[in-house]
């Protein structure tokens, strides 16, 4: 009898350094694995990247048929900002590969209405309460003020929303790095498209459509995107990003009918390197 217990001792000890060395070893890898990895530096001046609707010689009478995506993009979100009234609708979700706990419900929205942008981006995770955050902000036009919004999220994409913080457009670019009005938070010009085809084109219900696809560079496009994630999901660095591919139509007015992202990157949470991939569909209103 003693020496079965001995026996089962030894054997208890032994399976529980082997789980601990295991564990130590899984973290101590990914922790490695993330240190290696080449880290973006976006320390670099974004408006270097950036092309405006003056850079693009737009003429108003034509069509997208000769527009690169990039061109396309830049004059569609012009048109965008003119009009009196917009909703844009979106909402996807985010992979993790570890299954359905692992995954992140995404809803992003903005309207236009009375002078006012109203936008909201939320994020939800069933398990882990510090992703289950919203960030929004209200964007008077006339008086260039932002009522800003953290707030806590639901699984149907709601949001408490604490006591808003009012602030200038310039606290608003100087902490986000864009101006309030861009709903879109990459920055999309042909300084940072990889991929910068002409259209496709269909017709739908006597509607003449284009479709254009972008593949944008994973750092020079990202600077404004990777600082509001890792400030929304609360991270010690910025997400490395492997992979963006940025879909959208336009109407023959270069109207935004929608638009379709899907992105691939890296973050280091909890003592593991986490792969997330992010598909995500906007349907724009007027």
């Known amino acids: 009898m003693m020496r079965f217990k001995k026996i089962l001792?030894?054997?208890?000890?032994?399976?529980?350094?082997?789980?601990?060395?295991?564990?130590?070893?899984?973290?101590s890898g990914n922790f490695i694995a993330f240190k290696i990895q080449k880290k973006p530096n976006y320390?670099?001046?974004?408006?270097?990247?950036?092309?405006?609707?003056l850079d693009i010689d737009f003429n108003e009478n034509e069509t997208p048929d000769l527009r690169s995506a990039s061109d396309a993009f830049?004059?569609?979100?012009?048109?965008?900002?003119?009009?009196?009234y917009y909703k844009i609708i979106g909402n996807g979700i985010m992979d993790t590969g570890l299954g359905k706990l692992g995954s992140m419900k995404l809803w992003g929205n903005a309207e236009k209405i009375d002078n006012q942008i109203h936008t909201s981006i939320v994020a939800y995770n069933k398990v882990i309460s510090k992703y289950q955050v919203g960030l929004r902000y209200d964007y008077d036009l006339l008086t260039a003020r932002i009522d800003f919004y953290y707030g806590k999220s639901y699984s149907d994409g709601s949001a408490d929303w604490d006591i808003p913080e009012n602030i200038s457009v310039d606290e608003y670019?100087?902490?986000?790095?864009?101006?309030?009005?861009?709903?879109?938070?990459?920055?999309?010009?042909?300084?940072?498209?990889?991929?910068?085809?002409l259209p496709t084109v269909s017709y739908e219900n006597g509607e003449k459509l284009y479709h254009y696809s972008?593949?944008?560079?994973?750092?020079?496009?990202?600077?404004?995107?990777?600082t509001q994630l890792k400030k929304m999901s609360q991270l010690n660095n910025y997400p490395i990003f492997s992979y963006i591919q940025f879909d959208f139509t336009l109407n023959e007015n270069f109207d935004l009918q929608n638009v379709y992202i899907n992105e691939k990157y890296s973050i280091y949470i909890f003592g593991v390197?986490?792969?997330?991939?992010?598909?995500?569909?906007?349907?724009?209103?007027y």
């Open 74 to 84: 830049i004059i569609a979100t012009h048109i965008l900002n003119t009009k009196d």
């Open 273 to 285: 390197l986490v792969k997330c991939e992010a598909n995500i569909t906007y349907d724009f209103i």
């Open 173 to 197: 670019i100087n902490e986000w790095g864009l101006h309030p009005s861009n709903f879109f938070t990459y920055t999309i010009s042909s300084k940072t498209a990889i991929r910068n085809d």
């Open 9 to 27: 001792k030894y054997s208890v000890t032994t399976l529980l350094i082997i789980v601990l060395g295991g564990t130590i070893g899984f973290f």
């Open 43 to 53: 320390n670099f001046d974004v408006e270097a990247y950036t092309e405006s609707i």
């Open 214 to 226: 972008l593949l944008l560079d994973t750092r020079t496009s990202v600077a404004n995107y990777a």
